[in-house]
């Protein structure tokens, strides 16, 4: 079912290592129009220091499927075959909707493909490092991965930046103020035309 109409919903995408998680707290807190983060759903299990429905909406296997099958995500996908499920339920558009807001979803590259195509009027953002050695660099640099994670993490980014044309910007996270000051530039801009 394709949408259309004034729903707002920005979309950002970009390979690990892009910078997605910094420049989103950045631009929640910073853009010039509500930006209100979609909490992604996933069947992983918490972290320590993570908050069911702030972090994520921890779910288990039964009932991520069972929405699933009651048609409540937007967007799904079990991700680097790790047997976790993660994706966007239908009721965070609605959440941010209701608050005046644009919805703001940082999903991967298949899911934003699958929006994409409910909502093709959707604000869809790529981000990318200036360079393949500079995104390796930085995904080596978090320490938190096996030689082999990192491997598979390359060669999803590989695929993925083959699929940036897909999306309406592609914005370079070179220095985290330019891409933030880019990307509300953008927002604005949006905005003004579902003002208008």
């Not at 972090?55 to 996908?77: I, M």
């Not at 660099?137 to 390359?154: C, D, K, Y």
């Amino acid at each position: 079912m394709v949408q259309s109409g004034p729903e707002r919903i920005v979309v950002l995408s970009g390979p690990s290592g892009s910078g997605k998680t910094t420049l989103v707290r950045e631009l929640v807190a910073r853009a010039d129009l509500k930006l209100v983060k979609a909490v992604s759903a996933t069947t992983r299990p918490p972290r320590p220091t993570e908050v069911h429905g702030d972090d994520y909406w921890f779910l288990t296997d039964v009932e991520f499927h069972e929405k699933l099958n009651n048609g409540e995500f937007l967007e799904h996908a079990e991700v680097f075959s790790s047997g976790y499920f993660y994706g966007t339920l239908r009721s965070e558009l609605e959440r941010a909707w209701k608050q005046n807001g644009w919805a703001f979803l940082e999903i991967d590259v298949q899911g934003a493909l699958k929006v994409m195509q409910q909502y093709p009027n959707a604000v869809t953002i790529f981000l990318q490092t200036p360079s393949a050695a500079e995104f390796e660099r930085r995904l080596r640099a978090r320490g938190t991965e096996s030689e082999n994670v990192i491997q598979r993490r390359l060669a999803t980014a590989e695929r993925e930046l083959q699929l940036a044309d897909r999306y309406k910007y592609v914005v370079v996270n070179d220095q985290l103020e330019s891409a933030v000051s880019e990307i509300c530039a953008i927002l604005m801009a949006e905005e003004m035309v579902r003002n208008a």
